[in-house]
Nanobody, 124 residues
């Protein structure tokens, strides 16, 4: 049984920063690529960033490129999302997910297990 637990969400003013953390329990973490997705009210879940299992390759949505950075620490079973220059349109529930294929795809359907999510709210 794999469990992903996110933390680090909160309320922040536009232009500010937050760092999200996702800890994996009950999994051989290095086998999985990890991704971050977000879902705003009334909208579909969308890809934010992913990192392949060894951490050598990352992928970002255009909307967050150059503002967000994904990283992982395989020794701590943790994936991080550093979010800078936040905008009100970044407001959403952010969830981490694990992908057994290991390459870090961008479609939610390619991911095999999910965390519960953490709320990020950015105000003007």
């Amino acid at each position: 049984q794999v469990e992903l637990v996110e933390s680090g969400g909160g309320l922040v003013q536009a232009g500010g920063s937050l760092r999200l953390s996702c800890v994996a329990r009950g999994a051989t973490f290095i086998r999985y690529a990890m991704g971050w997705f977000r879902q705003a009210p009334g909208k579909e879940r969308e890809f934010v960033a992913s990192i392949e299992k060894n951490g050598d390759s990352t992928r970002y949505a255009d909307s967050v490129k150059d503002r967000f950075t994904i990283s992982r620490d395989n020794a701590k079973n943790t994936v991080l999302l550093q979010m800078n220059s936040l905008k009100p349109e970044d407001t959403a529930v952010y969830s981490c997910a694990g992908e057994c294929g290991g390459s870090g795809k961008s479609r939610p359907i390619d991911y095999d297990f999910w965390g519960q999510g953490t709320q990020v709210t950015v105000y003007k």
